[in-house]
């Protein structure tokens, strides 16, 4: 059983796109066209759902008046802005993996077997280079995935010209920028 019988996704790269997903809530629930129909709508709601704000990184951006009112509802926080962790009853940094958990990520976004001792050692070897980060172990592990294979992957990033390369690459579509993709 769920414990939410909704969960929204709330971009806050930029006020407009904020404002503009839950404008789109309001008309999805049929309850008007505004982001202050959406809210209202919400704080109505009185089954546990959750919102999550996600990529709330814009310093200007009063994030708190985007808060629907009522206490039925849950909401999550994705930033790099720590002044944003007033507003948690729990917050979670994520920061850097163990290495093994590490490769266990990145095996698992490549789709190659957990338990293959030499597969194994070269995941270590790349999650080291990318620092057990887990949004660059994961982007790497789709990057295999693809076509590239974990050691041709390797060799390649090893290679500082083509690491570049490599990182520069963007899917044919996308709404993310290209930072994400270099991160």
């Not at 704080?43 to 985007?66: C, G, P, Q, T």
Request: proline share 3%.
């Amino acid at each position: 059983m769920h414990r939410f019988c909704e969960v929204y996704f709330v971009d806050c790269s930029s006020q407009q796109i904020l404002e503009n997903d839950l404008a789109t809530l309001a008309l999805f629930k049929k309850v008007g066209k505004t982001p202050q129909d959406g809210l209202l709508w919400l704080s109505h709601h009185h089954k546990e759902w959750l919102m999550v704000f996600n990529n709330a990184d814009n310093i200007h951006l009063n994030l708190v008046r985007y808060f629907p009112s009522g206490s039925h509802g849950n909401i999550i926080i994705t930033s790099r802005n720590p002044d944003l962790a007033q507003h948690a009853h729990e917050q979670h940094k994520v920061d850097r993996m163990d290495v093994e958990e590490a490769a266990d990520l990145l095996l698992s976004a490549a789709e190659y077997p957990l338990t293959v001792e030499e597969t194994r050692e070269i995941a270590k070897q790349l999650v080291q280079k990318l620092y057990c980060l887990p949004l660059a172990v994961s982007k790497a592990g789709a990057n295999i995935s693809l076509s590239l294979g974990l050691h041709k992957y390797l060799e390649l990033y090893e290679n500082t010209t083509r690491r570049m390369k490599l990182l520069n690459q963007s899917p044919t579509q996308s709404d993310y920028d290209r930072s994400v993709y270099a991160t």
